[in-house]
């Protein structure tokens, strides 16, 4: 049946060949002659023309099988892609007119705008067909959103996570780092793209101390033991407006897999702090419900962020992570913190 389609599909392509360029009747007559013609639907023909009666009697003798192996077609065999016609452009690019697709027991055809799908899975063989279809899966440029979703911590000036016994170490739990981006994407060639965009960054660094709370002090942050109170929660949050940009390589593009293949990504970021504030929930040892101290001061955050940013991906999944090049703090008026998040973008 999937044999059948495809030359189904070549006659089809054969005809349309043909409507510019067939003569006028008296010359068909002619032609016709030495012709085969196959009528399909209401008024649709296909013409095979022959330059001799050798090669007539020849086509006469072939099957419809010894026609599809004397195309001599070349298949993707990890794809399961067959391009039966392409059409080359002046500027050396190519553009698909006839592609297929096997997948075990369903076949697609893509022929310009019409979608013809065969499922041989059941008993009986099942054909849908659909038109008005774009089939550009790779354009030059697009545009979309994001989001990210993932969890925060920090290194400190020695290149390591702060231990339990620092006042500020960051519980992972709780750490969330949440961002929405619209982003754009250029194509510069085949599976290789310039992504470039801005967005949104709300971060969200929760003591694993609950027992500490940041405050400003009179030169820089501190982070005060509550002894007086049962605390809950402890945390320093800040948002920021970021612009980022990345080069991509997408290899299942490039071997044209789709999205079957490895994306990888990175590129430098750079943002303008929003809003700060510390939240610290605690209650009282006495018995009360539970209270929040909240200081929307900024805690000497600095006002900008730089870092870069790393992507991989594979199918429909990506991971994602940020480094910050500078510190979380202002000089002086904190421990030397350098942001680091790793997560999932949607």
């Known amino acids: ?25 008296d010359v068909y007559k002619t032609v016709m002659s030495d012709s085969v013609v196959v009528e399909f639907g209401k008024s649709g023909k296909v013409v095979i023309i022959v330059d001799s009666k050798e090669d007539f009697e020849k086509l006469k003798l072939m099957n419809i099988n010894q026609i599809i192996r004397e195309l001599d077609l070349e298949e993707n065999e990890d794809s399961g892609e067959l391009t039966i016609v392409e059409i080359k452009k002046k500027d050396g690019t190519t553009k698909e007119v ?7 027991e369903e076949t697609e055809v893509y022929i310009g705008g019409m979608r013809i799908l065969v499922d041989e899975s059941g008993e009986n063989t099942k054909v849908r067909v659909e038109s008005g279809l774009k089939k550009n899966s790779d354009p030059p440029f697009r545009t979309y959103f994001n989001l990210d979703l993932g969890v925060n911590n920090y290194l400190d000036g020695s290149g390591s996570f702060p231990t339990s016994d620092n006042p500020y170490a960051v519980k992972g739990w709780g750490s969330w780092n949440v961002g929405i981006n619209w982003m754009a994407a250029q194509k510069l060639s085949k599976g290789f793209y310039w992504d470039f965009g801005i967005g949104f960054q709300f971060y969200n660094f929760k003591f694993e101390n609950r027992d500490y709370q940041a405050v400003r002090g009179d030169d820089m942050i501190d982070f005060t033991q509550r002894v007086d109170v049962d605390g809950f929660k402890s945390k320093i949050s800040a948002s920021y407006i970021t612009a ?11 071997n044209d897999n789709g999205r079957k293949g490895l994306r990888i990504a990175a590129g430098p970021y750079a943002g303008y702090r929003l809003g700060g504030q510390s939240k610290y929930v605690y209650r009282e040892l006495g018995g009360s419900g539970r209270k929040k101290d909240k200081q929307n001061t900024g805690l000497y955050l600095n006002n900008f962020r730089y870092g870069v940013r790393g992507e991989v991906g594979v199918g429909r999944i990506t991971f994602f992570s940020t480094y910050d090049l500078n510190n979380l703090f202002q000089e002086g008026k904190g421990p030397e913190l350098n942001p680091i998040t790793f997560g999932i973008v949607f």
């Open 1 to 25: 049946m999937k044999k059948y389609l495809l030359l189904f599909c070549l006659m089809a392509l054969v005809q349309i060949g043909f409507a510019s360029t067939m003569p006028s009747n």
């Open 98 to 104: 006839v592609k297929v697709r096997e997948d075990w």
């Open 244 to 254: 980022m940009t990345m080069l991509e390589l997408d290899f299942g593009k490039m």
